[in-house]
């Protein structure tokens, strides 16, 4: 009898928690229609921190880090540790990986997300540096990263992920290019609020951008360079690089874009 009661009891709670799930779930799509956000970003059982050596680098060079509030500075802490922990990070041709290249990669990763809740991607698994350029036996080129979804893996030169960081005008920043591709490919795969508001977001963009006026309108104005015009993926990938490099620019010859691209990342511009 006791047994019967209990597995009612089981039953019946399993069956609340599925029902709050859908209402929850529900209730955050529809808010994220109406405010392009989701409910709550933040919201962790514990919060990690880096050993000092890794927060040192952190600290020192990374420059949006130190823009946040002191709140904010620790969730964003948190998700760098939690990056690190999750990823495997491989050298190649005898590159070392040090704390350095850990911290400035997952600084990249959760700058791009930290307006979202989910900022980990079930997309990859791996993240692999080579020193300098490197050749590719499938097609044959040299090149400077690349995400292989195929592989679940990233794939950096740091010769070149440090000069995106080193020269900041230029709206060249590898990291932030690559990681806008497994960010663009979990999205398109998830369903998770942030996931939808940036689906949703992007399918706007780029009706946009592909009706001809604005093509043309964008392209003569020379201010995303002729790679963005590849295809939609490299446009998006240019276009988040220049609202992260150049945002004030980016604001002031585009505003209807960077307002969607901020809606999209759920930033406050």
Do not use: C
């Not at 663009?184 to 009706?211: C, G, P, Y």
């Amino acid at each position: 009898m006791v047994l019967v009661i209990f597995t009612a009891l089981f039953l019946i709670l399993v069956i609340l928690i599925l029902f709050f799930k859908i209402i929850f779930s529900l209730s955050e799509y529809n808010y994220g229609l109406f405010f392009n956000k989701p409910f709550y970003i933040h919201n962790y059982f514990k919060i990690k921190s880096l050993p000092a050596n890794q927060f040192y680098v952190l600290s020192s060079n990374f420059k949006f880090y130190n823009s946040l509030s002191d709140k904010e500075k620790k969730y964003f802490e948190h998700r760098v540790a939690s990056f690190i922990d999750k990823y495997e990070f491989i050298g190649k041709e005898d590159f070392l990986i040090t704390d350095e290249v850990k911290v400035l990669i997952a600084s990249t990763a959760v700058m791009l997300t930290f307006g979202m809740r989910q900022y980990l991607f079930d997309v990859i698994e791996r993240i692999i540096v080579y020193p300098n350029e490197y050749f590719s036996t499938t097609t044959e080129e040299y090149f400077k990263g690349e995400f292989n979804p195929r592989m679940k893996t990233v794939v950096f030169s740091w010769k070149d992920f440090k000069n995106g960081y080193a020269l900041t005008s230029d709206n060249l920043n590898l990291g932030i290019h690559e990681f806008t591709h497994v960010l663009h490919f979990h999205a398109l795969k998830s369903e998770d609020a942030s996931s939808l508001i940036f689906t949703r977001m992007f399918k706007q963009i780029n009706e946009e951008v592909n009706h001809p006026k604005n093509r043309q309108k964008l392209i003569e104005s020379n201010f995303f360079r002729v790679y963005a015009y590849t295809n939609q993926f490299e446009f998006l990938a240019v276009i988040i690089e220049h609202f992260f490099e150049s945002p004030d620019l980016f604001k002031h010859e585009f505003p209807e874009l960077f307002d969607k691209v901020s809606k999209m990342l759920n930033f406050k511009n």
